[in-house]
């Protein structure tokens, strides 16, 4: 079952790739664009039986290794429910 | 293009073979090659593996020497540095990646010099570069500047191995074209060194390290090309680093040695499996049979041609001892890689492939190797440039303005913003890093030192190809010889244009013999290298680079002495300059391309013997503890030169300039052969000259005050130089 | 002495650190691999610097999950010293050992150079020992991610509780203190009990005899009699 | 207008971090996750009339700098068209 989890950082922690990409982007004539903030996408296989539990492993993946819960939130979709 | 059809010629002339190639390899199977053969004679045959057009060159070359121990021909060249130990390194280009993909070029650049020198059962210890981008003011010099630096540094930091020295220069011939030179120095024993020729019929063949994917296939033929902008665009798959691997790849190959089990090895570098299996089958005069099912792979569905030809980084052939074959797995699976027996050594002296329980190729191994073409290709030397007269290139500038656009210009400006991203101080044993003259690494555990250096100045390689090619080979000298090591031996990266064009094919011809003679004249045989040709884009090539990197040892690193000035009351010398050249010379030197806006003219002519004769003069005067600090000078002359030892000092410099002739010459002339040094004792060093019969000319001494004053005009503070000359590459940075 | 050193896939400065550690106590530190789960009784463990799988997924982040550092928050559990150095203080965060977290360096480079520190005044601690607060020290530092990073709260936690060990000071005058962006100028931290200290700089690289600074030594020599006692 | 990015590594393109995050998620017991490929994802507020208008810049600045094109793709969400 394909999932994808996204992982990014909680309000407030410091962002110092965003910030320095939100300033080579207005460098080069975007400076309509602010806010930026850069997360991970993490897409994987997990061989489950349904979508409930594909996600509830994910879960635990993201718990005890993909995120950093102390700086960043974490989601996750399961794409291919097939 | 199907593996099963028959090929025909247009096939073969879509992966870079002439006719006549396709008529020798018709001739030589008796038979049409399938695609996987076919594919193996256009990568053996390809500019980047025979070294067609530059072999008969490269032939001319010093390679022997008292402290070779093995010359060009192998993965890298070996030389003595005693105690039983042995200096292991090569420089290798990866230029057409890099200007596709800067950051990974970059890395896998490093990443295979790295195998390069491992291969042969050394441990790396430093990493050097020679880098050539576009005009500072091109649009892609940033992105390409910046990618190739993190890749470098990407590389290089991650497997744990210092990058100490190199050089960075910027001209707009590269601007379609950069040059990314990557050398590594390794150290191992000099009675342990593993090669590549695949030894005793039977022997397992084993595929280590990271599994093959379709990664760079036709890499090697790529690197032959021209480029053009449709090459840009059509982006083949990109090589991606990964350092992590190579260094559990590295880790365990060393450990594999150590344990007495491999027999041959041979890293997958350019054209992969390809040039791996047929050099280790016919280096040993034997065959190799191959089951191409058994080779790991991370895609599916890969053909035979895909797999032979694939340049998937971190990968490894090896024949070991069959009855060692349970130990070498151990190894490797402790440091989680891959490995994989996939065929035997056979007496056949064919290589043949297996894939899906068929034949996929079976083709002598002659022919790939002894065959493999060899030009006499026409050359027709341009006209030597004339000879500029100081006079004709002056330019009416107060002297502290022309220092200020000098030091702030492009090519002299400070490196930091650049050296900063390599670690140049892991393994503790960066003795000096970059920065500096040469860099010195500390011979782990011993009282010894290796120094190192790349060097090359292409506008007088353009100008005068043969004092350019000599030139190159001085300057490394001169860089050495200031850290007090003795010059021992070098490599060398030969980038030029299309040598299908005469003028292009003269300047490899000219810089070739040029070097030969250089490093014949000053002992360092020439033990490793690698040739980048048809470095063009849309017909324009690149300024000619034959980068050499150097290697000199010294007995005791506590001996050796840096640039910058160190104490008060000590005279400045020149050596290698009497005063009739006061005048200088400005002719194709930095100073006429950036005041006197004028490239071209001769450049300065290289007296072989002079530069050995001074080079001796200035180890002695380290080694018997008289100069407390050297520079040697370059680009941009004497004055930059001391500037430099000023701005890397603990104190001033006050210099005069001679009473008559030119300011401007003196001052920024790049007459050869010639150093500055802060001596301690001005009656001993005059001895010492005497005895070398080489006269020194006293230019001034060093004064407590941080600044350089030069006669008498007004003294510029160290700070004031350091911001001309750190600012430039930041603020183009950004 | 006893000491003890980690490997974990990656590293490449564990024998910097072994060769530093043997030179200041004349005895060869255990060098222990990721995979093991024991430690035999030290009196420190010292965790490297270099690039732990990798530097993937998150600095420290995989190697914080091998079974080696289980023993390790076993043995500070027990009051045992740590030291980690930079990819070592990367992992001790991730592990929890320490609070905060290290990202991207803010100019978004790899930097290797000199700085020069200030010991803080800290709680107790045996890994400062000799050293009075204020005590300057150059020492180089390199990497990628040694911006410390932690909110308001935590940060005026660590001054007030006395667990900011380490801090950038003017070192080139031409040039920043701090070279990663760092908070507060932060270049080490120490644990609340005092007995885990996590730094960037390499004390390793500072060893007088051909490096251009001893103060590393001065510094390995403090916390190694510290603990030792 | 928030939008968000999705940059992925190109099939075939190796992903030396997915592997190493694999093999890590095995050793801790996750033996059902497999095919794990981690790509970024970028949020920013882009200052455009419609979704129409940010898609086409976020595709731009893709181009000139989010997203190295030769060995990453990148697909771009209008996530709040207000
Ligand atoms: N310019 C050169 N001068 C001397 N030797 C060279 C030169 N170019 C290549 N060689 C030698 O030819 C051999 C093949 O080089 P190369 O194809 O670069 O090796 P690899 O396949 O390991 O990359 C090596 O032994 C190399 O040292
Ligand atoms: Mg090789």
Known sequence: ?82 | MSNASEMRFSDAEQMGLSFEEWQLILTRLGRTPNLCELGIFSAMWSEHCSYKSSKKWLKTLPTEGAQVIQGPGENAGVVDIGDGLAAVFKIESHNHPSFIEPYQGAATGVGGILRDVFTMGARPIALLNALRFGDIAHEKTPHLLSGVVAGIGGYGNCIGIPTVGGEVNFHSSYNGNILVNAMAVGLAHSDRIFYSAATGAGNPVIYVGAKTGRDGIHGATMASAEFSDETESKRPTVQVGDPFTGKLLMEACLELMAADAVLSIQDMGAAGLTSSSVEMASKGGLGMEIDLDLVPVREEAMSAYEIMLSESQERMLMVIKPEQAETARAIFEKWDLDFMPIGKVTDTQRLVLLKDAQIACDIPLAPLVDDAPEYDRPYRPEELQPVLSTAQLEKDIPLDEVLKKMLSSADLSSRRWVYEQYDSDVMADTISGPGGNAAMVRIHNTDKGLAVCTDCTPRYVEADPFEGGKQAVCEAYRNISATGAKPLAVTNNLNFGNPEKQDIMAQIVGAVTGMGKACKALDTPVVSGNVSLYNETDGMAIQPCPVIGMIGIIDDWRTTIGAGLQQAGQALYVVGQSDKTNDGWLGCSVYAREIARREGGAPPSVDLEAEAKNGQLVREAIAKGIASSVQDISDGGLLIAMAEMVMAGQCGAKITPPDSGSLHGWAFGEDQARYILAVRDAGEFAALCAGHQIEAVRIGETISKTELTVGDLPPISKEVMVAWHTSPIPALMG | MRSAILIFPGSNCDRDMMVAVERITGRRPALVWHKESQLDPVDIVIIPGGFSFGDYLRCGALAARAPAMEAVVDHASRGGAVLGVCNGFQILLETGLLPGTLVRNSGLKFVCRETRLAVQETIETPLLSNLATGTELVIPVAHNEGNYFADVALLDSLEQGGQVALRYVQNDPARAANPNGSARDIAGILSANGRVMGMMPHPERAMGNGHASEDGREFLTSVLEGVAR
Chains 1, 4 share one sequence.
């Open chain 1, 1 to 82: 079952m394909q999932v994808k989890i996204n992982i990014s950082l909680k309000t407030g922690v410091l962002d110092p790739q965003g910030r320095a990409v939100e300033s080579a982007l207005s460098g080069l004539g975007f400076t309509d664009a602010s806010d930026v903030r850069i997360g991970k996408q993490i897409m994987l296989d997990i061989d489950a039986e349904d979508s409930a539990r594909a996600e509830q492993r994910a879960a635990r993946m993201c718990e005890s290794l993909l995120a950093n819960t102390v700086i960043e939130d974490y989601s996750i979709e399961v794409i291919d429910p097939s």
